[in-house]
């Protein structure tokens, strides 16, 4: 249990650090110093080194996304109309808010600094599961909307990966807005989410007003 214990604290730790300052900028001494351990100590717990830890840890948080995304999802499913709209709407500010509610993933820093630092093949792997922990479940609330047939002609063709991907990027671009910005206008990250998800679903022109 100890062991276990120890363990696991460092692996939190890891993936605190590398969450905020990325794969290259950390080695496995800020590791051990942010522990209180020797650094021939941290290599008991990680024995095959630095890329690995990376990996263990990076796809660990992914998996818990993809859980929260999911059930986050489906419990807004659950509770929302029948409305092809409605349903939308409350399954992606559902997804919205688990991510908000969790540390940022620093997806653009992952793909164009973390991953070209890593042996292709683990790079490949965790490239995978990033996909399928994120983008899956977003892009199956675009696609099961696409399947009701209840979309407009234009937008039916949509690539769900498409807006699926857009709708992450645009959660982890409100994340670097100072918290000003959200003082002086009376809002919330989260409210700001639910307007862009509105957009995503009913657009800016009214066309009853053309």
Known sequence: MIETEARERVLNVAERLFSERGY???TLR???DALGIKQASLYYHVPQGKQALFAEVTERGLHRHQHGLEQSISAAAATAGSAIGEQMRAQLNAAAHWLLSQPPLNLSRMTTSDMPELD??????LEQTAYQSLMIPLANIFRQAAHSGKLRRDAAGVAPELMAGTLLAS???LRHLREEYFTRGASTR???VAQLIDVFIYGLVDQHQE
């Open 190 to 192: 989260e409210s700001q």
């Open 120 to 125: 292709q093949e683990v790079a490949r792997q």
């Open 171 to 173: 959660v982890e671009s």
């Open 30 to 32: 800020d590791i051990a």
């Open 24 to 26: 290259a900028a950390v």
